[in-house]
């Protein structure tokens, strides 16, 4: 029974986290869209980064502009498979070698949907993404708050993969495998 109620308050955990990352994120959008729409950039650092207000119907870049169906549904898809893989983890993690790391995983996914689901609102309500920040020095597309939560979770996703999540707990992640922990 203490073991359920932690999994559920840790669940309303994950989803206030997520709220509060897609408030911030929309709070942003608000903020461009009410001071950099049809105003010139707005200068944080001179020469290296700007606020400048942009409408992408498109993905990263702009690529596949218009395509505001494929890219619900895929961040649909993408949110149903993240939230899968949270509950995975949960169901897995007794039988892990390294539970605790696992949560940190956990973490992460939840702050790549509030990523996805930060864009999906604007492409819902809008029918376009806002982009405001733009790293002028490097001349970088210009991004928004959401996608940086997607950027750094993905980069994040790498790190745990590559150097902290074992092969015996991702292959019980991928496979379901409710096998006995593995000893030694």
């Known amino acids: ?13 994950y989803i206030i986290l997520a709220a509060m990352l897609v408030f911030f994120d929309q709070y942003t959008k608000y903020l461009a869209a009410i001071k950099l729409k049809n105003n010139p950039p707005f200068r944080l650092i001179s020469g290296i980064i700007e606020l400048r207000y942009l409408e992408n119907n498109g993905m990263a870049w702009g ?9 619900t549904i895929f961040t649909f898809i993408l949110m149903i498979l993240m939230c899968v893989l949270i509950v995975r983890i949960d169901i897995m ?21 509030a990523g996805a689901i930060g864009n999906l609102i604007d492409r819902i309500r809008l029918g376009y993404v806002i982009d405001f920040i733009y790293f002028k020095l490097i001349n970088f597309p210009i991004f928004n708050v959401a996608d940086c939560y997607v950027v750094i979770s993905t980069f994040g996703l790498l790190l745990m993969i590559m150097f902290f999540v074992n092969e015996h707990d991702w292959s019980l992640l991928l496979s379901g495998n409710k096998g006995n922990k593995r000893s030694g």
Request: net charge positive; aromatic share 10%; glycine share 4%.
């Open 93 to 113: 993690k007794e039988k892990a070698d390294r539970p605790q790391t696992l949560m940190i995983l956990q973490i992460i996914v939840v702050i790549l949907v």
């Open 63 to 71: 690529m596949l502009g218009g395509k505001i169906q494929l890219f």
């Open 1 to 13: 029974m203490k073991n359920r109620k932690h999994c559920i308050f840790k669940y309303i955990f």
